[in-house]
């Protein structure tokens, strides 16, 4: 359907990248693809030498900005982009991630200005190598102890505001910074809105190579920077390392699609 300028918003799409010559250019695709007449679309690079800044350069005509230098980290990547970014909305696509075809106009449908801080849409998750293919729902409450929460920054849709009343992501988390800034949002207030729509896929690469001991600082702090206590902290990281080791299990006997079956819902 045509779109009244007038009334949509313009969506950033933020893709940070390093080395991910691989992958990349399927989501710029993807991206610059979706045909939605008020995009800015960020990339950036943490200084790649394999190749991805060759394919970046393709699509640099459809960018909004670039650029190529070290970072600090996910956090700080995510915090350029975001600082550069022009639209009332924002989304984080990685350079493993997709778009879904036309989720643009879908969540643009569901946008009122001044109404909602966080859109929330469904990502769909994939396992190439083995075919498994699940949606994952997203969560819209955050409490204070993570029991069982979908975090899915794909498809998660920042307004500018929000950014500007919540801050951005935390540098000092290496692996939960989009859980954490999910948590402090919800935590001071904000009114987050689900989109029934199935917006990004990522793909599934099997366990996680970090191990729960390495993630133990995020996990704590994601409970104490919200307000929780030590105690609760130390507790949520222990039910996190339990939930683990039981997964381990369930991956050893029955494998790794049997687990995401236990918890992804069917496409």
């Not at 800044?53 to 970072?71: A, W």
């Not at 500007?164 to 948590?183: E, N, P």
């Amino acid at each position: 359907m045509p779109f009244d300028m007038s009334k949509i918003p313009t969506i950033s799409v933020v893709t940070i990248c390093f080395n991910s010559a691989d992958t990349v250019e399927e989501t710029m695709l993807s991206v610059v693809g979706q045909g939605y007449p008020a995009l800015d679309y960020v990339v950036i690079d943490g200084g790649s030498t394999d190749g991805t800044l060759d394919i970046i350069r393709k699509y640099q005509d459809k960018l909004g900005y670039f650029v190529s230098e070290p970072d600090k980290g996910i956090s700080d990547a995510f915090n350029k982009g975001v600082a550069h970014s022009k639209g009332e909305l924002v989304v984080i696509i990685n350079s493993d991630d997709i778009l879904c075809p036309n989720a643009l106009n879908h969540v643009a449908e569901y946008y009122e200005e001044g109404k909602w801080d966080i859109y929330r849409g469904n990502v769909i998750v994939r396992n190439k190598k083995t075919g498994f293919c699940g949606r994952d729902i997203p969560s819209i409450k955050f409490p204070l102890f993570p029991w069982q929460v979908n975090v899915d920054h794909q498809g998660t849709f920042v307004t500018r505001d929000a950014y500007v009343r919540w801050g951005g992501y935390d540098i000092s988390f290496q692996y939960m910074m989009d859980h954490d800034f999910l948590a402090r949002c919800y935590q001071g207030g904000a009114r987050m809105r689900y989109v029934p729509v199935d917006v990004a896929e990522f793909r599934l690469g099997g366990v996680s190579v970090a191990c729960i001991s390495s993630k133990r600082y995020d996990i704590e702090h994601v409970v104490l920077n919200q307000g929780g206590s030590k105690l609760l902290a130390r507790l949520c990281y222990w039910y996190f390392w339990l939930f683990e080791k039981v997964k381990l299990m369930i991956i050893s006997i029955c494998g790794i699609d049997s687990l995401k079956r236990m918890h992804y819902g069917r496409t």
